[in-house]
């Protein structure tokens, strides 16, 4: 079974930075459960939405609010994915999770615990 732990949300002023990391345990690097690895967020009030995912070859997929502000990208070797997050708004302010599944799309069956994000004005 796919374990899933995310690390580097904290409070950040609007404008800041931040970099997501989540190293998947549990697999070997050629598992198909970990082809697509990403990011979830769900904040207050709000339904979950998918921020991005990556594929193993690079494949990537972006929420459009998102786009030209956040970067994903992994790390085969180590099934380590990290998400830069540039140019923070408040709106940004949510518990991100990390996914893991076949398709960069969805749907992902492995779920990790979630990490805060907090961006203040």
């Known amino acids: 079974q796919v374990q899933l732990v995310e690390s580097g949300g904290d409070l950040v002023q609007a404008g800041g930075s931040l970099r997501l990391s989540c190293a998947a345990s549990?697999?070997?690097?050629?598992?198909?459960?970990?082809?697509?690895m990403g990011w979830y967020r769900q904040a207050p009030g709000k339904q979950r939405e998918l921020v991005a995912a990556?594929?193993?070859?690079?494949?990537?997929n972006y929420l459009d609010f998102v786009k030209g502000r956040f970067t994903i990208s992994r790390d085969n070797a180590k099934s380590t994915v990290y998400l830069e997050m540039n140019s923070l708004k408040p709106e940004d302010t949510a518990v991100y999770y990390c996914?893991?599944?076949?398709?960069?799309?969805?749907?992902?069956?492995?779920w990790g615990q979630g990490t805060q994000v907090t961006v203040s004005l």
């Open positions: 549990g697999t070997s690097g050629t598992d198909f459960s970990i082809n697509a």
């Open positions: 990556i594929t193993r070859s690079g494949r990537t």
């Open positions: 996914v893991a599944g076949l398709w960069v799309s969805g749907p992902f069956e492995s």
